[in-house]
């Protein structure tokens, strides 16, 4: 697998990436002269300051409707970096954490790192997404987290308020940390943080890299309870902070994010009823949720009994549109789907579905 990325990079100019759930849409001209500024006064020279730099914690705040008083913010090298941080801070090998089958498997593994067991709850079926009567079920003595992706990776569900406020209630009930990790919050209808339900317990993983298409920047943050903060900060090595220019980028976006998120949401939908049109014409391939409250898609096909792994090949080095095989999402599921995102150019996109269907169907001979 890791030679489709080694050509992929080696051609980005040419490639359609629609593997990786980044975003590549224009966003704000302000973003770019952030950035340039940034580069022309050589920030870059001098170690940032440690905390980050000033005014970006608060503008997370006030994306989140959160209060300053009640809790803290680590500006973190992406979301990922930050759930590694709380996973090590807060796991040990007695421990065990429930999360979801599909899911970001990177998590799973940082649990694993962490001496703990993870409890994979199947959703590969209808509603596609965890229920209350599932995550009550699996836990016992020893669990310690919940892991709550929300909307959901890769599947594009979405938890409503209800669904929230019961899964917080179980982690009250339970006294379990609730991990709350909303990189695809923007892409959804509706979105509900869970410290709404359950503030004293609850940890938010926030990123960059797909609502201001800065997954190249790596940047993200850590939101706890100040009381939290404190056991997660001896975990985190990072104390010279974060690149610098990525939180120039960062705070830019922030300030203008009401002239640009519309924009990316939209042409993210409209890419979406493309993708469902050309899945639907597809004999043994279809959507399990449709409309997704992410940037991305899962499209089953495995009843065209296609490898995806064949799939993702075919569609990189025949037509170079770059798209993932199931099977970094799940081990139990993942030989079922291809997994496709669409926040980029709706010339991109219908790119895709010009030749998604050449590909099943030469698949098919």
Known sequence: MSSNFDYAHKHRDEIVWMSQNTNTIPISPEIEKAIMESVKSRE?????????????KEAIFKDLGLS???FDCLITPGGIEALYILNRALLSKEDNVIASDPSFMPIHHQVRLSGAEIKELPVY???????????????DSQTKMFLLIDPLNPLGTHYSRDEVKAFSEVC?????????????????????????????????????????????????????????MKELLPYNTNVLSVNIIAQRAALAALHTKNQWVDNVVSISRKNQEHIKNCVEAIEGAFLPVFPSHTNMFVIDISETEINPDTVEERMLYDHHVFVRGGNYLSKRFGNRFVRTSFSIPEKQCLKFCEVFPKVIHEQRK
């Open 44 to 56: 870059y020279n001098l170690y940032p300051f440690a905390p980050g730099i000033f005014g970006l």
């Open 68 to 70: 300053e008083d009640e």
């Open 125 to 139: 079926h209808e509603p596609w997404k965890l229920t209350e009567e599932q995550v009550k079920e699996a836990v």
């Open 172 to 228: 009250e009930d339970h006294d379990l940390f609730l991990i709350d990790d909303i990189t695809y919050r923007d892409f959804s209808e509706s979105h509900t943080l869970t410290n709404e339900f359950f503030s004293e317990k609850t940890i938010i993983t926030y990123s960059f890299s797909k609502n201001c298409g800065f997954a190249g920047m790596r940047i993200g943050a850590l939101i706890a309870p100040k009381d939290i």
